[in-house]
Structures are given as structure tokens and as C-alpha cells.
Nanobody, 123 residues
């Protein structure tokens, strides 16, 4: 059974930091890309950061570039997201999932879904 489990969310003040983890089990990372996306109430789902396990290519959306850092540990089947200088608009449920990363575009494959981890940034 394939599972993507996100953890590390919480409540933080504006300007603070959080580190999210994504544990993938039953899923082969070889030459695949994994991404982070988020969903806030009343807003569209946003895929904002992706990383390729094969060649390390990385994608960031404009909304998080320069503040968030994605990394991958192929040996452990883990993907991490270091979030710095958090803003109230970063408040959302954060998910990880397989993605397709082509050039400067990253999109969900919709193969598997996690339960998400809540990130709340207070002013």
C-alpha cells in the first residue's frame, strides 16, 4: 500500500519557521518527482514546490521562492520542506504527493494523496 504522510505542521507567528516532513512508503522514488502543495479555505489548491529524485531539479512558485527550501532523502524516502519568514497567507493544510516536473512547470499526477498537516501563521 502506498502512503504519503505529512508531519511537522503547527502554529507559528509571522516571521517564524517550520520544517515539514513527508514520509512515502510503498513508493519508489527512482526518477520520480515529489511536490508540496497546499489548500487554504476558500482558495485554490497551490502546488508550490517540487523536487526530482533523479537529477535534483527543483521548482518553487513565486509565492514561496526565497523563503522555502525543499530537499529529498532518497535513501529514506523522505521529502522535507523548510519554511522560513512565514506569512499569514501561508496558512493552509500542506500536502506532499507525486508530481510531474517539466521545465518550470510542476503538476500533481493525482496518483496518491496524503492527509496533510495544518500550518497556521498568526500575526
Amino acid at each position: 500500500e502506498v502512503q504519503f504522510v505529512e508531519s511537522g505542521g503547527g502554529l507559528v507567528q509571522t516571521g517564524g519557521s517550520l520544517r515539514l516532513s513527508c514520509a512515502a512508503s510503498g513508493f519508489n522514488f527512482d526518477d520520480r518527482a515529489i511536490g508540496w502543495y497546499r489548500q487554504a479555505p476558500g482558495k485554490e489548491r497551490e502546488v508550490f514546490s517540487c523536487i526530482s529524485s533523479g537529477d535534483g531539479r527543483i521548482y518553487y512558485s513565486d509565492s514561496v521562492r526565497g523563503r522555502f527550501i525543499i530537499s529529498i532523502d532518497d535513501a529514506k524516502n523522505m521529502v522535507y520542506l523548510q519554511m522560513n519568514r512565514l506569512k499569514t497567507e501561508d496558512t493552509a493544510v500542506y500536502y506532499c504527493a507525486p508530481v510531474v516536473l517539466v521545465g518550470t512547470m510542476c503538476g500533481l499526477t493525482r496518483e496518491y494523496w496524503g492527509q496533510g498537516t495544518q500550518v497556521t501563521v498568526s500575526s
